[in-house]
């Protein structure tokens, strides 16, 4: 019981670090609302509600396909900044939020990819097949109301969330995107593993994302630093269930941060 509640502690105590380890960056707001931006287009959010509604200026309506155009062409930089942020977590090495160098937006648009590509298939097919289960069974055999799915999706996500972190993190621990992404036996192991630490950490999340994406303009801000917060969270659990040596988890191609050590050499 003691030795439960000695580890309940110290998570907390992770939990609250997580927050001071982004926070006491001196840049941290202007990368976060760099990555915001780039993530989701602040003007694709204002111009949303008027296009689907099919009012305002004609102008914002010929504009808006534009912009969502521009927006997918720019949101695999901040996925690639968070898996930045979550190999820095892993290894315990670097400043938690990496540098915007221009020189480093080829590597964050790779590894936005391959985030992407290890979501589809750990984090929004899971979830989605999740909900609509939960619709056919709550809804259709049981009669019950459809805003039963918001809670059922949100139970996928509590999941799923930190599932797709395992798989991140066993990519760059060296496994193929493939296996990352399929070998679900493999993942799930990893994740229950440290099952309780990771829930309690979404849960968390949980609650850091119905505040900073209360309003309606905040969202890319909230996700970004969301993305960010949980990186740093699941880095550390995920470390805590390989039985690898330090050393040799620095030296993996995946984990190890070639590019951005040495941009901050010439920035030293």
Known sequence: MADSSSSSQRRFGDLRRGFTTLLRDPEWFPKIILAGILLINPLVVAFAPGWFANS????????????VLLNALTFWFPLGFTFE??????SGKGDQLPDWTPSLLPRYAREGAVKLFLSIFTLILPVGIWTAFAWLLMGKICGLPDGILGLAAGAGLWVAVPFCAVACCRWLDGASVASAALNYAENWRRFRARASDYLLASAFLAGVNSVTCSLFYTIPLGAVFGLCLVDTWFGPIYAETVDLPASSRAENSNLHSTDVGASESVRA
Do not use: Q
């Open 56 to 67: 305002g200026p004609a102008w914002v309506r010929a504009a808006f396909p534009w912009l």
């Open 85 to 90: 942020v979550l190999r820095r977590a892993r």
